[in-house]
């Protein structure tokens, strides 16, 4: 699994997050305190707080999709 903190804050910026994951095969949440959500999914990115950083876990060990979502990580774990 990959661990990293991402930040999408603008409507554009999750706009173009949510079309790269959803190309991914690999399962993807993001996690906010206690709130985890789908990372595949628009809506469950807005009921997140998008304008502090957000922890992107990925289930998969390739690490080229953080290539395609460099633009938006702010922190590797």
């Known amino acids: ?18 079309s790269i994951i959803s190309q ?25 707080d998008i304008k502090q950083p957000i922890r992107l876990d990925i289930h998969s060990d390739n690490r080229e999709i953080l290539d395609k979502l460099k633009e938006f990580i702010v922190e590797e774990s």
């Open 1 to 18: 699994m990959i661990t990293v903190k991402v930040l999408i804050d603008s409507v554009e910026k999750v706009k173009k997050f949510s």
């Open 24 to 48: 991914q095969g690999a399962d993807c949440e993001l996690i906010e305190g206690v709130h985890i959500m789908d990372a595949k999914s628009i809506m469950g990115i807005f009921s997140l």
